[in-house]
């Protein structure tokens, strides 16, 4: 049968604004705009972030956020770590207003699939499972490039090596960039996220599964998000949404707090909010890895191709 997917320590945190200020370690941030500065170049879309920074701990760690000091709720933030003079660091933009962080274990996997370079070259590779012929993947001009042929069934796994399959997550927020997608006909396929995911067997892995399907009913155009948590599916109030309507690129975000499962689709181009689909009590996954997967209808003459981009997750430890 063809598998499917269904006590830290306190380190300093610092916050740099315009004027350098250093807050503890949960740093509130009341963000005003600061001084103007004047750019000679021809950019759009300039944001204003305040810079976190603190020293690199002896184990990986990643930045949790709540709108109190005292949580109850903390939020993996979604924006990428990174190494700057010798500190480690990640940018909150300035919307983030009355925003408190701390430092938890955890991971965290940016891929933007552009070719490896100096001093960033060691990129991890992806994982492929459960792919037949037909079903193709690589990673050419910067961007993934998944192609299912008439001769595939089932569907692919991808799952980037060191932070998924080996490290497991359990709150956890990814998002992917879906900038192309064509389908011959009306068959439909599938792009998703899937998350808090194990193998229970070397043929079937299980965990949740957000993410959207094209041509929803053969309805050519239609686009149905949705959340598979292992045995119902569970789809967005307003239901499918039409190409036409709200065109490519997407940006689809699958996070998880606790029992609360949440997927988004984003405009790429407008960041407007395009469909929601939340599941508020479910705990039937605790823990696990994230990955891609890709299917769709493999009747004779079927195929589809999908262009991604711009993976990012990150997670709390067990």
């Known amino acids: 049968m063809k598998p499917k997917l269904v006590t830290f320590r306190r380190d300093p945190l610092r916050v740099r604004c315009f004027r350098r200020q250093t807050l503890g370690l ?24 305040v810079l976190l920074s603190w020293p690199e701990p002896a184990q990986e760690h990643i930045v949790v956020g709540s709108s109190s000091p005292g949580g109850p709720v903390w939020t993996p933030w979604p924006e990428p770590i990174f190494k700057r003079h010798g500190e480690i660091c990640m940018a ?4 983030a207003s009355n925003w408190f962080g701390k430092l938890v274990p955890g991971r965290q996997f940016v891929d ?10 060691n990129r991890s590779p992806w994982i492929p499972h459960f792919n037949d012929p037909g079903e193709e993947w ?9 192609g299912v042929h008439p001769s595939a069934i089932g569907g692919l796994l991808l799952a980037p090596v060191g932070t998924n399959v080996e490290v497991h997550l359990r709150d956890f927020y990814t998002s992917v960039d879906i900038l192309d997608w064509e389908t011959s006909g009306a068959n439909w396929s599938t792009f998703s996220i899937g998350a808090r ?6 043929t079937l892995a299980r965990g949740y599964i957000g993410g959207l399907n094209l041509n929803a009913n053969g309805v050519r155009g239609s686009v149905e998000p949705f959340i598979y948590n292992g045995s119902t599916y569970t789809y967005a109030l307003e239901s499918t949404f039409d190409t036409q309507q709200f065109p490519l690129p997407y940006r689809l975000q699958l996070s998880g707090v606790g029992t609360k499962i949440s997927l988004r689709v984003l405009s790429l181009t ?3 909010p395009i469909r929601e ?6 705990w039937t996954f605790a823990e696990g890895w994230v990955a891609l997967w890709i299917s769709g209808r493999h009747d004779a003459g079927d195929s589809f191709r999908i262009a991604a981009d711009n993976f990012f997750a990150t997670g ?3």
């Open 316 to 318: 709390t430890q067990p």
């Open 138 to 146: 690589v990673v050419t001009n910067g961007v993934l490039q998944v």
């Open 26 to 49: 949960m740093a509130g941030l009341t963000l005003m705009a600061g001084t103007t500065s004047v750019l000679h170049a021809q950019l759009t879309n300039i944001q204003k972030s």
């Open 270 to 272: 407008t960041g407007q």
């Open 92 to 95: 909150v933009p300035v919307t």
């Open 277 to 282: 689909v939340m599941l508020p009590n479910d």
């Open 112 to 121: 933007a699939f552009s070719d490896a370079r100096g001093p960033f070259t």
């Open 197 to 202: 995911a194990y193998f229970q067997t070397p």
